[in-house]
């Protein structure tokens, strides 16, 4: 089932045949199915009202696959590089593990969830209604973690992974002919001052080891080889761990171009935008995920460091407590490769390793009646 997922790549909102499968695996499994944009699969057992989400990402991404394996993309420039297919493989497992065995008192909610790459996939679910559909007490997520050891889990209450916030800065000069920069404002020097200032932001404005990260990824002109760009565009990425860090980096990007434009006798605007929020992990499901784990006889960090990656899985933890966790992909070879890489894979014998810990997490926090 994970290569053929593997084989068969879709990107963000466009995982039709993804869908199809996932919902009809679960089908066959005797399980409530809901599509919508996403796939949700609704387990009953005994007589409890209680309830919990497991939540899968199933989108690839537009990475033209490097493998040497027999179950590449068949779907040219997309190529599941973060593990999405293992997810998704994991969560059916633990699915057709809880539909036969139990175990359980409640009501498990498989949410398989679409584009988490662009951060809109979980957002979308809950603008749906999933949450009002499908009351959950709580919910957690599984991400794999390519270096480390095969099954270790590692997690931490409080923030586990950073914020994204996109930027994008637009430089209002003057162009002119190269050979007289003195009539015109060239906006390639403007904009080279501020990709320099902007680094003073993490560097001479916040705390030290507050985790900020300030970006620029893109330098766009209007330049030719003998004409003075009249205007730039600088593009970038911003990480945080912190709301008020975040809010003060926006202050503080806004506060700088407007100095260096108005030094040079121009404008620049500044558009700032949080496209993933932190992810908190709340207590009590944390800590649910060390026993379950301990359960499951894996390795166990539970004070793991933050991510500076970013999850839109924050989108459900804002709204109910929740527990994202890490699970070791392997260190060798194509497993140990970083996320995203073109020659990355998901290693196949966390396949059970993965259901194993699901079905000990649900039989935690959803345990039988003891008549």
């Known amino acids: ?40 699969g609704i387990l009953r057992k005994g007589t409890s009202n209680r309830a919990i989400g497991l939540r899968a990402d199933m989108d690839a991404l537009p990475i033209i696959e490097a493998s040497s394996h027999d179950y590449v993309s068949q779907n040219p ?11 998704m493989t994991m969560l059916l497992g633990a699915a057709e593990k809880l539909a036969s065995e139990g175990g359980f008192d409640g009501t498990v909610v498989f949410l398989f969830q679409p ?23 709580e919910v957690y997520a599984i991400h794999n973690l390519p270096g480390a050891p095969l099954g270790e889990v590692s997690t ?7 914020s994204e916030s996109l930027f994008e800065i637009t430089v209002h000069g ?33 705390a030290p080891g507050a985790g900020v990260v300030v970006s620029v990824t893109e330098f766009l002109t209007d330049g030719q080889r ?18 008020e860090d975040r809010e003060k980096v926006e202050m503080l990007m806004q506060q700088i171009t407007d100095g260096i434009a ?23 499901p944390t800590e649910a995920v060390v026993r379950a784990a301990t359960a499951a006889k894996l390795a166990v960090i539970p004070d793991r460091q933050p991510m500076s990656f970013s999850e839109d899985f924050a ?52 345990p039988p009646r003891k008549d």
């Not at 920069?181 to 501020?194: K, N, R, S, Y």
Request: charge should be negative; proline fraction near 4%.
């Open 226 to 243: 003998n004409v003075l760009p009249g205007q730039a565009i600088l593009k970038g990425d911003v990480r945080a761990r912190a709301p």
């Open 262 to 284: 108005k030094a040079h006798g121009i404008t620049a605007t500044v558009s700032f935008r949080t496209e993933f929020i932190e992810t908190i992990n709340a207590d009590a």
């Open 156 to 162: 931490r209450k409080g923030l586990v992974c950073s």
């Open 115 to 137: 584009n988490e790459e662009h951060g809109l996939g979980a957002r979308a679910m809950i603008d749906e209604g999933v949450l009002d559909r499908f009351p959950m007490e």
């Open 77 to 87: 420039g997309v190529m599941h590089a973060c593990g999405h297919d293992g997810h």
């Open 1 to 40: 089932m994970r290569q053929r997922f593997h084989r068969a790549p879709e990107l963000g909102f466009q995982e039709e045949n993804t869908k199809t499968l996932v919902a009809k695996h679960l089908r066959d499994l005797g399980i409530e199915v809901h599509e919508g944009v996403g796939v949700v």
């Open 315 to 366: 989108h459900f933890t804002a709204a109910i407590p929740g527990c994202f966790l890490l699970m070791g992909n392997g260190t060798d070879g194509p497993h140990g490769q970083p996320l995203h890489s073109s020659d990355y894979d998901f290693n196949d014998d966390l396949l059970p390793i993965g259901a194993e810990f699901w079905t000990k997490l649900v039989q935690d926090r959803l």
């Open 174 to 206: 003057q162009g002119g002919h190269a050979s007289m920069p003195q009539v015109g404002v060239d906006a390639i020097t403007v904009g080279a001052e501020l990709v320099l200032a902007l680094q003073t932001i993490v560097a001479r404005k916040l």
